[in-house]
């Protein structure tokens, strides 16, 4: 959602008149922070990152700073406090109002902070500048309507807030027009959606609905709640072709009592129920999840319980995290909060068993040949291992080799945005490799696009944009009489 978020900044700015500056430029016009605030180390790297920015702007002072996104909207002007050298903040609720206060403040030379308490426009009626030519986020709703005790994102982002049906379809056919193969559907809870119009079902209908949209091929959603989680999602999951069977459903724990503690309105045997189902009607599922470790007031034995769902759920993947205290939170105020030491000793061995689960089921699937999108920044070590890397279809990162049988290379060939079938060779816990030449390789228009340099960009509707310089000179309307 944050990712999302930065490409709307960026097609404000650049509707605005501004242009990305190039790598390596250390003294660009605008920096603009995009913030998180679900962790605590989101509050120590924005300071750093401001800190550092501090003797950079003395040299150049005609140098702006933003800062937006959730902490910002928590922080507010609190920022300007601790670093009275930013010019621009901005909240989660009025990211269109950027390019305004940015000529504010340069007009009027001193800070300008603005924070809504609910949101003004959508923001996928913002312009937005895609970074990707083969996978693009939608918005399907913004805001959540739950209440976990360990969550400022209510507080930050609102209650929930769906967009009609037609408006998201209309999205998703302007990327595949523009050449997108995959769309992330984005929810803080995507599975609710549908409840500001009274219709239960209506996140099943829009994955059936998406469906129906030719050049579509991979349809992906983040993230469901177990709560709000119906047959009829499963159904159109298995049902609907263009749709992945991958699923991320955050567990937090796996104790009843954490759970309740959490406000998290299901148990385990609920959310193991859920994935029964998910496996049964789709038996090639990966299913990956979010877990917290130490959260005021867990035993070991509710850490035990965790250990003992994740075993039977057998996860493809896990974000695994360690319980940090949010200011505003009631579980900041919990009684019974662990020491670190306790905390740091519960996630190593959180870490150690979902690595030893991961690692099985990936070695399922070594002799397999899985279909890859071909991405770009997926694999770090590519340059020099001579292999390039993708997602298959069900979200696992795959490392492949571009070597024909005769050794040649299909390096310059193969672009990102194109579709790769390749075969297994070799698991690790958090990747896949394959070693042998690739079985198919499927160019494509996102392909194309990514060799013209060409990135979607999906217009929004707003007026009254300031812009960059000196506006256009008009011409003298002729003599005589005008016709309106």
């Given at each position: 959602?944050?990712?999302?978020?930065?490409?709307?900044?960026?097609?404000?700015?650049?509707?605005?008149?501004?242009?990305?500056?190039?790598?390596?430029?250390?003294?660009?016009?605008?920096?603009?922070?995009?913030?998180?605030?679900?962790?605590?180390?989101?509050?120590?790297?924005?300071?750093?990152?401001?800190?550092?920015?501090?003797?950079?702007?003395?040299k150049?002072p005609?140098?702006?700073?933003?800062?937006g996104?959730?902490?910002?909207?928590?922080?507010?002007?609190?920022?300007?406090?601790?670093?009275?050298?930013?010019d621009?903040?901005?909240?989660?609720h009025?990211?269109?109002?950027?390019?305004?206060?940015?000529?504010?403040?340069?007009?009027?030379?001193?800070?300008?902070?603005?924070?809504?308490?609910?949101l003004?426009?959508f923001?996928?009626?913002?312009?937005?500048?895609?970074?990707?030519t083969?996978?693009?986020?939608?918005?399907?709703?913004?805001?959540?309507?739950?209440?976990?005790?360990?969550?400022?994102?209510?507080?930050?982002?609102?209650?929930?807030?769906?967009r009609?049906?037609?408006d998201?379809?209309?999205?998703?056919?302007?990327?595949?027009?523009?050449?997108?193969?995959?769309?992330?559907?984005?929810?803080?809870?995507?599975?609710?959606y549908?409840?500001?119009?009274?219709?239960?079902y209506?996140?099943?209908?829009?994955?059936?609905?998406?469906g129906?949209?030719?050049?579509?091929?991979?349809?992906?959603?983040t993230?469901?709640?177990?709560?709000?989680?119906?047959?009829?999602?499963?159904?159109?999951?298995?049902?609907?072709?263009?749709v992945?069977?991958?699923?991320?459903?955050?567990?937090?724990?796996?104790?009843?009592?954490?759970?309740?503690?959490?406000?998290?309105?299901?148990?385990?045997?609920?959310?193991?129920?859920?994935?029964?189902?998910?496996?049964?009607?789709m038996?090639?599922?990966?299913?990956?999840?979010?877990?917290?470790?130490?959260?005021?007031?867990?035993?070991?034995?509710?850490?035990?319980?965790?250990?003992?769902?994740?075993?039977?759920?057998r996860?493809?993947?896990?974000f695994?995290?360690?319980?940090?205290?949010?200011?505003?939170?009631p579980?900041?105020?919990?009684?019974?909060?662990?020491?670190?030491?306790?905390?740091?000793?519960?996630?190593?061995?959180?870490?150690?068993c979902v690595?030893?689960?991961?690692?099985?089921?990936?070695?399922?699937l070594?002799g397999?040949?899985?279909?890859?999108?071909?991405?770009?920044?997926?694999?770090?070590?590519?340059?020099?291992?001579?292999?390039?890397?993708g997602?298959?279809?069900?979200?696992?990162?795959?490392?492949?080799?571009?070597?024909?049988?005769?050794?040649?290379?299909?390096?310059?060939?193969?672009?990102?945005?194109?579709i790769?079938?390749?075969?297994i060779?070799?698991?690790?816990?958090?990747?896949?490799?394959?070693?042998?030449?690739?079985?198919?390789?499927?160019?494509?228009?996102?392909?194309?696009?990514?060799?013209?340099?060409?990135?979607?960009?999906?217009?929004?509707?707003l007026?009254?944009?300031?812009?960059?310089?000196?506006?256009?000179?008009?011409?003298?309307?002729?003599?005589?009489?005008?016709?309106?």
């Open positions: 959602m944050n990712v999302h978020d930065s490409e709307r900044i960026s097609g404000l700015l650049e509707q605005a008149g501004y242009e990305r500056a190039p790598a390596g430029d250390d003294t660009p016009d605008i920096v603009v922070f995009n913030t998180c605030a679900v962790r605590e180390n989101a509050d120590n790297r924005l300071y750093g990152n401001l800190g550092r920015l501090r003797p950079v702007k003395d150049h005609g140098m702006q700073i933003a800062v996104g959730c902490l910002a909207q928590k922080d507010r002007g609190d920022i300007v406090r601790k670093a009275p050298w930013v621009v903040v901005f909240g989660t009025n990211i269109g109002a950027l390019p305004v206060l940015l000529e504010r403040a340069r007009h009027n030379a001193t800070a300008e902070v603005e924070i809504l308490e609910s003004d426009v923001p996928s009626t913002l312009p937005t500048r895609r970074e990707s083969y996978a693009g986020w939608v918005s399907i709703s913004v805001g959540c309507n739950n209440t976990c005790t360990f969550c400022i994102v209510p507080a930050l982002r609102g209650k929930e807030k769906d009609r049906p037609g998201i379809l209309s999205e998703v056919r302007a990327l595949v027009d523009e050449g997108v193969l995959e769309v992330t559907l984005l929810g803080q809870n995507v599975n609710s549908g409840v500001e119009f009274g219709d239960r209506a996140f099943g209908k829009l994955l059936r609905a998406c129906d949209i030719d050049g579509l091929e991979r349809v992906r959603f993230s469901p709640h177990p709560k709000d989680f119906t047959d009829d999602v499963i159904a159109a999951m298995a049902e609907t072709p263009n992945c069977h991958s699923l991320h459903m955050p567990l937090q724990s796996g104790s009843d009592d954490v759970l309740r503690a959490m406000r998290r309105s299901y148990r385990s045997e609920r959310y193991l129920g859920i994935i029964e189902k998910v496996r049964a009607a038996p090639d599922a990966a299913i990956t999840t979010d877990i917290i470790v130490g959260f005021p007031g867990e035993t070991e034995a509710d850490f035990q319980r965790t250990l003992d769902v994740v075993r039977e759920a996860f493809s993947s896990a695994t995290f360690q319980y940090s205290k949010r200011p505003g939170t579980a900041a105020t919990m009684d019974d909060q662990l020491p670190k030491e306790v905390v740091q000793e519960r996630y190593e061995r959180l870490i150690t690595e030893e689960i991961t690692w099985a089921e990936n070695k399922r070594v397999e040949t899985v279909e890859v999108l071909v991405a770009v920044g997926e694999g770090r070590k590519d340059e020099r291992t001579g292999r390039m890397s997602r298959a279809r069900d979200g696992r990162l795959v490392h492949f080799a571009t070597e024909t049988v005769d050794g040649e290379s299909l390096a310059g060939q193969i672009r990102p945005g194109d790769v079938h390749t075969t060779t070799y698991a690790a816990p958090h990747h896949l490799n394959a070693d042998g030449p690739p079985v198919a390789h499927r160019r494509t228009r996102a392909g194309d696009a990514a060799e013209a340099g060409r990135s979607p960009r999906t217009p929004g509707v007026l009254g944009l300031p812009t960059i310089g000196a506006p256009p000179v008009v011409a003298a309307p002729a003599a005589g009489c005008a016709t309106h």
